[in-house]
């Protein structure tokens, strides 16, 4: 019997699962062959079995094993992107090399193959209060995030980024500590390799990021203005587009539905206002437009 | 960063008293319920294991492991794990693992020794967690030493070192940060071998007397603390599963 | 030295290989050249300097005082001061810790015995000048060196004090040697299957373990244990690695001793 259609008990860490790959089903004219990809809770080891080297799928939380059968796709779309996105960056790369060989195979004989995404995920473990899938999502290329402006100058805004959509942040807040509960007062790398003053004021730190004024719209970008971009203390969903340097991910806000979705008028002092097209938001009760780069709301 | 004043925040007058909400009642009835569940003893009555009771931090465990030589003697060891976090400095493709050891009640071991279990310990989960994984960031360990032994002077570090490596692993499940292998160690005599990968690989060796110390004892040792290690990986694995099915 | 990825992987390729390929050319076995100076620090007991051939530098001085046995516990402390790091770094404070421990552990201290009352205490202080890889092995050496040449005064009063107090005298020139098993260490690096003796800072920037044996008094005794030689390649080994390890110290410490004596 396949891996895959087996019933697997909860997973602990090390508990090997399956083999990268596997062959099925047997003709006379084509033999399949079933590839299985670590994704989110999964890793691929080596083994020594009695001298012998093999490579095995592994859990590396506790959780339900998932088999996720991947529909291949010659040209990728948006569809199959955001997928992407949903489930796994890391193993991205490992995919891409599995459709590039398959591809190779199709075009040499006619087999067949299928190729599953394995994860591990503990549905109860987010801190026990959110349903969704809990793995300790870290902001990776192609991650949508939510993030506040904390200041501007004419090349550049700097964020911090608040949380990752349509993911659950650790109970300590990995990802932004700045409203999300209780912190840890003192902890930290920073603290054991910092003086008290200088972790002090990092105290609800957050992984940080830049949107460059080339990255604020796909059309125009010479003549971006920041200032009339964002302002302090705006909420901003962007995407990553790189890891960028020790302290800064490096974001975009080029795309139709990213931009500022939250921005309060006058800097600030003012009231929420809503975004009336791609440039302008209105405050509601005055009356008075501000401009900014705008998400599309719906 | 030059200035150290934290200008993000906007203060407000110094009389200023901040908003305090009342924390609904529902939740926090919730967590001890969930930490009700999570106190079942285990089969072997040698170990007990609760996790999850630090609330601020990603994952912790709280172990009690008698002594195998004293029945009298325990020791009681509290891990918290916070993170992955940012961490500062140059660009780092993997995580940093740090791991602070602190004897909250009485402090009998040497300050040069703590450093020398601090590094042992991180040296072995340098080994286990998924580091990949966490680009950027920073996982901090924090181990708190209840109790250990009687007397004032007396600690057995052997199964202190043991206790911390169950323990820092139970922590990690907990917080769900991806670990290779459901690490655990073992001891025999004065020494302790932490295992992975059903104990064909040693993560950490400690060895702290003469004895049986040439190259063919060794592997005796070896053998011995794998014994060890096997009944605690199984007590471990136990109760993760367990714990995990009564929440269900 | 810094180095870029696809050379740390090419490196750990070499070394897994085997017989591994060092970058120096070097056996599994062989140890870097060392030159060893011994006695020259002139206000001090006991004083060496060894400098290794990658430019790693460690001076170790001995000093002596006499004590009261009945107030001092250890008779000997050792300081470690590394250029370019701090004080309370994890590695200093480390390694101060591990020799501080072997030293009390393994050195008899009946031996530093003066009369019934007093006895001597002894002050290393260990300088690393410069650094390039794990120390520990050097400073070891360094140690052994400096203890081996190291005087003390010769002692003229009687031994006996306990019924007749006095304080011990010394002969205003005679110096008599200071006789005690010293031990020494070794750090090894796993590197796949091969264990390789002296890591150069390269191999220990992609070994998959280190370890580190003690050897005292003609056989190997403790410390025995797993050491960090970097962050990012720190893997499992096999167990028989570990007995290797103490296997190739069986070997090797003799012959390292004879040349240090030499």
Known sequence: MAFHAKNYPVAYPGQLLCPTFELGEKTETFQEIIRYVPGNGVTDEEYEVNGQKMRALTATVLGEVRFLEQVLQTVPTDEDQSKDEKDIGASKAELEQGKEEQEEEDKGEDNPEKVFIVTVAD????????????????????????ARITRISSQRANVEILALENKTIPVDSGVGSNGAGVTAPGGGSAAATLSVSQAAADLGETFKGIISARDVRATDRDRVKIMESFRPGDIVRAQVISLGDGSNYHLSTARNDLGVVFARAFNGAGGLMYAIDWQTMVAPNTGFMESRKCAKPF | MLNTTDRRRILGPANAKPLVFDRSSVPVEENQESAKKSSVSTGNDAIYIENGIVVNCNGSSYLEVRSRTNDKNCTLLLTSIYGPRPSRGAFNAKATLSVQFKEVTLEKIAAGQI?????????????????????KSGIDVFLSLIHSSSGQQDFELESIITACVNGITLAFVDAGIEILDTVSAGMYKRNVTAFMKNGTEVVGFWKDDDEQSSSENILEIVEKCKEHYLTNRKTMIEFMVRNKNASD | MVMSLTEKRYLQECLISKPPLRPDGRNDDQFRPIEVFTDFLPTSNGSSKIVASDGTECVVSVKS???????????????VDITGRRDDSPLVQEIASILNRVLLLQIDQEQLRLTQKYSFKLYIDVLVLSSYSHPLTLISFAIYSALNSTQLPTL??????????????FHDYDMSKLNIDIPIMFTLAVCGQNVIVDPASSESDVASNGILVTWCKGKVGAPIRTLSLNEEYTRGIHPDRLAESIRLIEILAPKVLQALDG
Do not use: M, Q
């Open chain 1, 123 to 146: 549905s109860n473990l987010a801190g026990k209060h959110v349903t969704e899938d809990f793995a300790n999502n870290l902001p990776r290329e192609g991650s949508i995030v939510l």
């Open chain 2, 115 to 135: 450093k020398e279990i601090c590094t042992f310990l991180t040296n072995v989960f340098n080994a286990v967690v998924n580091l990949e994984r966490y680009p």
């Open chain 3, 65 to 79: 005082k006499v004590v009261d046995r009945s107030l001092e516990d250890d008779l000997i402390v050792v300081d």
């Open chain 3, 156 to 169: 003229i009063s009687s031994e006996d004090d306990l019924d007749v107090a006095e304080l011990p005298t």
